[in-house]
């Protein structure tokens, strides 16, 4: 019957769901902390230090003072829309960790449970149509506002997310030529114990890295709330936790991104130097799944610290420098990327040997 | 025209090559300059916690100084008043009754005795016309007050601890400045 529930289904995606979310809410959140914590380092000062030990309740103080903060609905904005902005960006924000393989399998209770929410077979549409979703949320937003340097905000971040996604499809269309699958899992079980696809697509890698700085609204690629020249970008008539959503937002991404990126290239929760197979038989499959997981987390964070070393390092683009870099450079490169990973794919099907 | 110095450099216009229009090494140098700050010494001092060590003439904000015994050094004699040039000390004088000879050391006695610290300029020209070593700048420093009244010190906020009752209050007040380093000779 199709209607039949499996209830140890159901309860195991939940639990899996409700980890996922507040996982990548606390990462988010303490993500703000690290990214002032190494603004700091980078800049030889010492950053967030005063609540509790090292200034780790820094995230809860930022949190309480954010709830406590007067909200302020401007008169002339449409309400409705204005709300909506950044719970959509909050929402597509979270959709993203639905996909991503956070590890292999648990065995738990004689059930194998996947550590990944959903495994569909076109897992990387998926995420990009979700990310493709965000652009709503800072577009509505920065609309519903009723603000000029809001709207402007706004549109720029719509046009260059909607230029530096044409470069990341192609780029990736490339990486999808050499798995020849869409589904994350699988791309993951294909880098397992093998060579990582950055080695099959180091340029591809590197435009999707661009890239996803651009998708992110970080620094080089911030111009969406450039505050010199938009005051605030498309959140200037935000106040209170719809700041912080639109913030909170932005961390999420990066985070998750991290998490894409990492699945892509990086061998997701591939531990390297290791045979995971082997691994798993030697000490079980959930010690092998907590490693693997620790593993993965590692890559992330290492990629999120990327994320803000750039960002301390590198000032803002021009806006048609950002243009000029995004059609006129990454996507002739994406597509001659897509060309010779075409032709070397087609070359080795046809027994050519190098 | 001549340059000053020859640190002058001439500003070359070349158009960028191949290599520094890829803008990726320069990327890559720029972050490398910024991951070696990591490791840098950390200039800050954590205010609070720990203090600037100061120089021997530090001049801080101003205690009423008592002698070994506790009782204040302080005549009311004016002269801190007089030699004060931002006019910031008032005081008014009293005369020492039979029995308060373990209050004060002299027969006169300053009954109130006023620095209004928003015009104090910290010169020390006060410590240097006491003839009772009575006024003595302290390193203590940064008032901070939420109302200007706030900033006139009276006899409460300016009296050093008493030196037999409270002896670490007293040295803490002290510190460990050296008074006329120069030697102005004042205080003989």
């Known amino acids: ?354 | 025209m001549k340059a000053l110095t020859n640190k002058a450099e001439v500003v070359s216009r070349k158009p960028m090559t191949w290599w520094e229009r890829m803008y990726l090494p320069a990327i890559l140098k720029g972050m490398a300059i910024t991951f070696s700050h990591i490791f840098k010494k950390k200039p800050t001092i954590n205010y609070p916690e720990k203090t600037r060590p100061f120089s021997p003439v530090f001049r801080g904000l101003q205690i009423l100084n008592r002698d070994e015994e506790g009782r204040e050094k302080c005549t009311a004699c004016g002269l801190c008043a007089v030699a004060c040039p931002a006019e910031a000390i008032t005081m008014e004088a009293a005369e020492r009754q039979p029995g308060e000879e373990h209050l004060y050391k002299e027969e006169k006695y300053a009954a109130k005795y006023e620095i209004n610290m928003l015009r104090c300029i910290f010169c020390g020209f006060c410590e240097e016309a006491c003839p009772k070593d009575a006024v003595y700048l302290s390193e203590t420093f940064a008032p901070s007050n939420f109302q200007r009244k706030g900033f006139i010190y009276g006899k409460d906020d300016l009296l050093i601890p008493h030196p037999l009752e409270q002896p670490e209050a007293f040295a803490k007040a002290k510190g460990s400045r050296t008074k006329h380093p120069e030697g102005h000779g004042n205080e003989h």
Not at chain 1, 33 to 51: F, H, I, N, T
Not at chain 1, 72 to 85: D, E, H, V
Not at chain 1, 147 to 154: E, Q, R, T, V, W
């Open chain 1, 1 to 354: 019957m199709i209607l039949a529930i499996d209830w140890a289904v159901f309860i195991e995606k939940f639990i899996l769901i409700v980890s996922v979310v507040s996982g990548s809410l606390v990462i988010a959140m303490y993500s703000t902390y690290v990214e002032r914590k190494v603004a700091a380092v980078l800049q030889d000062r010492r950053g967030p230090s005063r609540a509790g030990p090292f200034g780790i309740l820094q995230p809860l103080a930022d949190g309480l003072k954010l709830f406590f903060k007067e909200e302020i609905i401007p008169n002339f904005s449409s309400k409705f829309l204005f709300i909506l902005g950044p719970c959509l960006a909050m929402l597509t924000a979270m959709m993203i960790g639905a996909v991503i393989p956070w590890g292999n399998k648990i065995h738990l209770f004689d059930r194998d449970i996947s550590l990944q929410i959903a495994d569909i077979n076109i897992g990387i549409l998926y995420v990009f149509g979700v990310v493709s979703m965000g652009v709503y949320g800072i577009m509505i937003g920065g609309w519903a506002s009723n603000n000029k340097f809001s709207l402007l905000g706004a549109l720029r971040a719509a046009s260059q997310i909607i230029s530096y996604e044409l470069a990341m499809g192609i780029a990736l269309i490339a990486l999808l030529m050499v798995t020849g699958t869409l589904s994350l899992k699988e791309m993951v079980g294909g880098q397992m114990d093998h060579w990582w696809n950055i080695f099959k697509q180091p340029l591809g890698f590197l435009i999707f890295l661009i890239c996803a700085f651009a998708e992110c609204n970080r620094t080089p690629f911030d111009l969406a709330e450039a505050e010199n020249e938009l005051v605030g970008g498309y959140h200037t008539e935000y106040s209170s936790m719809k700041l912080g959503f639109y913030l909170f937002a932005e961390y999420i991404n990066m985070f998750l991104s991290s998490a894409v990126m990492v699945s892509l290239y990086f061998g997701g929760y591939d531990i390297p130097f290791v045979n995971d197979v082997n691994l798993a038989e030697n000490i079980g499959t959930n010690w092998a799944a907590i490693l693997q997981g620790l593993v993965l987390f590692g890559k992330i964070v290492f990629f999120l610290f990327l994320f803000m070393w750039v960002r301390w390092t590198i000032p803002r683009f021009r806006y048609d420098q950002l243009m000029n870099l995004g059609w006129k450079i990454l996507i002739p490169l994406a597509l001659f990327n897509m060309l010779v990973t075409g032709a070397l794919i087609l070359l080795k099907q046809n027994n050519w040997h190098f």
